[in-house]
């Protein structure tokens, strides 16, 4: 976890139009921080945007500084086949890895959070992908988000195969596919993976942006090489900022080399009116992990974390209060998570001074590449869920040392909820739901980091769960009937406890209520505000109060197991 306070990017919520996406401020970030992220692949009919004209690379190669000729039935241009043998090596390198870009069309069918008992119309659109080894397809988690139907198209092909999907990485933005046709591997070899590229290295993104039907080259620069918040996943793992444009459909698309390997799946780009053409890619470290995870586990498992919030120790009076001697650096624990394997040995005020044997600094970073230092939750994202890993701590000036394992993050607000439709409990018209990062932008809408009341905000940047099931419930709102005159306003207000008993999640809710034999439910919510029913009228009352509401069932299916 970051030692920031900031929760990083967030994704937002797709409509049947490019998305855009805001990134929250850090306090110590510029204040080219706050521009917006966009992530979301290409509406199925999309119109021009209102953004200033630019030209578009549409060639089949890569070699960018030769005029536009006129392309061949082969999809080689004329002026390389005019080149010789010499110049169809060059361009051969580079062909076959674009005949393996794919347009990736889906059909979404996102859940209604805030009516959870139904979902939203569908909607669909395009986006990109690429074929790698093992007869699989690479494109982006939120190109294939609550997805219903999947199909794939190659260049060149008139022909749209449906598609499964094998993974969806949530947290890295990576989604894995594949075709069971023939038909579709006929003739296409796989991408190649390459290492991690340097700082100025040439890339070139390929995909299908709006803009046009066929393939798309836009050509850059590596720019920056840092650990960055992924906004789908609301996490943060290392990624490679280019100048290339990355527009809406280019999601999921390969930037290659300028030897045709590639370097990284496109993702998201910023939008702020400073800021021109600074488009994101995934680098492969990050791709191989996701890959790997699959292949060792059968399923993606995530990245782990060390469930911690940290302080710098650049401060000498600090380190001096601390205990450290002047050779000595490391970063201050702050707090850490009840639920994280990290609680049975690290305590507050601990100095960490090392992960697995590399040094932390005072600024909580470590070497990364001659020159460079990247944040220390780098070496965390490399390892897998379930690793163990020594760290070394610095306690009232004693140095001691801890092999900890690894876990994903447990957060009281989850940030997706992976595809599963949300739960909900309704009694007596009172709409009894979990509050998740989805379900606050259903309520809130995309800025809801600005638009949700402070009291959930507070719980959603600061609260840490006590228990792995720990959830907070909330009176979503009240469907208005007669037995709950009086609370109708009650909307977004946290439960607390149910005729005494806390509530600890909504499965714990729903069995406090059903198995009531009081003649009285009494809740109990936040800023000692109470609600009373009768017992016997409100469970009478809820028949016809799902009647009205065309509500096929007062609880969610998952709750009824």
Request: hydrophobic share 40%.
């Amino acid at each position: 976890m970051d030692g920031s306070t900031s929760k990083g990017k967030r994704k937002r919520g797709r409509k049947n139009k490019a998305a855009e996406e805001h990134r929250s401020p850090s306090p110590d970030a510029p204040a080219a921080a706050a521009a917006a992220v966009s992530n979301s692949p290409a509406p199925a009919a999309a119109g021009r945007r209102g953004r200033k004209s630019r030209r578009l690379e549409a060639a089949a190669d890569a070699d960018a500084s030769r005029p536009p000729t006129k392309p061949v039935a082969n999809g080689v241009d004329a002026a390389v086949a005019e080149l010789g043998p010499a110049g169809w090596e060059e361009v051969g390198r580079v062909v076959p890895s674009m005949d393996a870009v794919v347009k990736v069309f889906c059909v979404h069918t996102e859940p209604n959070f805030s009516l959870p008992w139904q979902r939203k119309r569908q909607y669909s659109s395009s986006s990109s992908g690429f074929i790698i080894g093992g007869r699989r397809v690479l494109t982006n988690a939120h190109s294939v988000e609550h997805f219903t139907q999947v199909k794939l198209k190659k260049r060149g092909s008139d022909t749209k195969y449906l598609a499964t999907v094998l993974a969806i990485g949530t947290e890295c933005d990576i989604a894995l596919l594949t075709v069971s046709d023939d038909e579709f591997w006929e003739g296409v070899s796989p991408v190649e993976f390459g290492s991690l590229p340097a700082l100025q290295d040439a890339v070139t993104v390929v995909g299908y942006p709006i803009g046009g039907d066929t393939i798309s080259v836009t050509s850059g620069v590596v720019s920056r090489i840092e650990v960055l918040s992924y906004v789908h996943g609301s996490t943060e793992l290392l990624g490679l900022q280019i100048d290339a444009a990355i527009n809406s459909g280019n999601s999921g698309g390969p930037a290659f080399n300028d030897r045709g390997i590639c370097v990284g799946i496109a993702f998201q780009s910023l939008k702020h009116e400073d800021a021109e053409n600074i488009g994101y890619v995934i680098p492969t470290p990050v791709i191989k992990h996701f890959i790997q995870d699959y292949e060792k586990s059968g399923a993606y498992t995530g990245f782990p974390i060390i469930g911690i919030e940290w302080q710098k120790m650049e401060n000498p009076d600090l380190r001096k209060a601390m205990g450290m001697k002047p050779d000595q650096k490391g970063v201050r624990v702050r707090r850490v998570e009840p639920t994280a394997p990290e609680s049975g040995c690290l305590q507050p005020s601990d100095i960490i001074l090392s992960f697995d044997g590399i040094d932390i600094a005072n600024d909580g970073t470590v070497p990364f590449r001659h020159g460079e230092r990247i944040g220390f939750s780098y070496l965390v994202s490399q390892k897998y869920t379930g690793d163990k890993a020594a760290i070394k701590v610095l306690r009232n000036s004693k140095v001691h040392e801890f092999k900890i394992k690894l876990a994903t993050h447990k957060r009281l607000i989850a940030a997706h909820v992976k595809g599963r439709p949300p739960s909900y409990y309704i009694v007596a018209g009172f709409v009894f739901a979990a509050v998740s990062v989805p379900y606050l932008r259903s309520e809130y809408g995309k800025d809801y980091e600005y638009d949700a009341p402070v009291k959930l905000l507070v719980k959603h940047l600061h609260s840490m769960a006590q228990s792995p099931d720990e959830q907070l419930v909330v009176v979503s709102q009240v469907l208005v009937a007669d037995i709950n005159i009086g609370y109708e306003d009650i909307v977004n207000t946290q439960v607390l406890a149910v005729n005494g008993h806390p509530v600890k999640n909504l499965r714990d809710l729903v069995t406090t209520v059903e198995n009531c034999k009081d003649e009285f439910l009494k809740f109990d919510l936040e800023y000692d505000q109470i609600v009373v029913l009768e017992r016997k009228t409100a469970k009478a009352a809820t028949k016809d109060i799902l009647t009205t509401h065309c509500i096929p069932s007062a609880m969610s299916d998952d709750l009824k197991a």
